[in-house]
């Protein structure tokens, strides 16, 4: 069964000026818990003390879900993550070229000390905390680094190894440059040393491919999934939470485990706290997703809605809707007539032709018609000017 990690709260805490406060970060926990993600990375720590207090509460909040902390691979960052009560610790340090010498500038074994050092000290704290190590920038690390470092990771008492496409490099595209292909090796190597850690996945969205890398691990058979709401993070960000359940719900029929009915007010909180608008046309949330507009199309789901929607919408406790504008016809007129009350002016044919031009008129404003609001004052001039005749 795939596992969903979310990150909004550190990873998406990394888009530049997203600021959320304790208490926020708090209600977006409890939502993700609803909805049912089994691991939320709550932060880094060690960045600032009041996201240690934040991650503390959240780890005292009685969440069923795993509560985690990031850490960079150093002693005293551990010990504050530990000490916010968290059941599930992440550690990152890269084994590439660039980053042993030109960054950390030691070499590879001095590096993996380090990493075994950390996490035998972390694995002393807490026999039952689940330890990830992340070889950061694995895809574009050798494979042979990784391979050393995740093997001595694992010996010294990570469950997990995460495998981050933290610059959105990999694509399904080239099979020696796809997370499948990474998810089956490092799999297989360790498997030969008799290691069998989770595999994760971290895939960020610097080409447009973050998802459908996450796909492409899932059918590797990776085992957890890192997710943020909105897709939030660091340049592009990384897998969006929604994008990804609705994809694993529509393939494994893993849908069932999962409250879909909270994305909508999850993703609302999110955008506000984070001062960041979901756009429109966002699958699932945005405004857009389930609203019908060109004449064909009005005309086409009043008899029968899947033919223009392969989603259901009352998953996420969502209603379709109807848009009136340029593109509209006239059965989208009668539709949003029936809709404020007005069937009467509905069945006068002229009325509704003539309706319908001043609509056309009015939205090459840019905007819809608000049909609560706007048709109402529309209709009341078409029929003054009826009664005038
Ligand atoms: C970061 C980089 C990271 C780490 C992922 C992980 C990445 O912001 O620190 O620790 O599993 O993309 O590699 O998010
Ligand atoms: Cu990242």
Redesign the pocket.
Known sequence: MIKILDSTLR?GE?TCGVYFAPENKLKIAQFLDGIGVDIIEAGNPAVDREIALAVTRIANAGLKAKIGA?ALCRIEDVQIALDCGVSFL?V?FSVSHKRLQWDYNICLDRAIDKIVEVITYAREQNNSLLI?Y?P??TVRSPIKNVIEAATAAVRAGANII?I?D?TGYTTPFQPNRSIYYFVKVIREELAKRELYPQIEV?C?NDRGLALANALDAYRAGANII?VSVMGL??RAGIVDLAELLINLGDNVEEEKYWELGYLKDLYNLVSECSHIPISPHHPIVGKNAFTHYAGVHVAAIAKDEEIYQSLNPEIFGIKSSMALGIQSGLTAVELALKQIGRSEVAENKGIVAKILQEIKEITKRGSPIDIEKELPEIVDRYNIIAVLK
Do not use: L
């Open positions: 990873e990394q990031h992440g990152f990830r992340t950061e920038d995460s981050a933290t971290h960020h890192d993070g660091e």
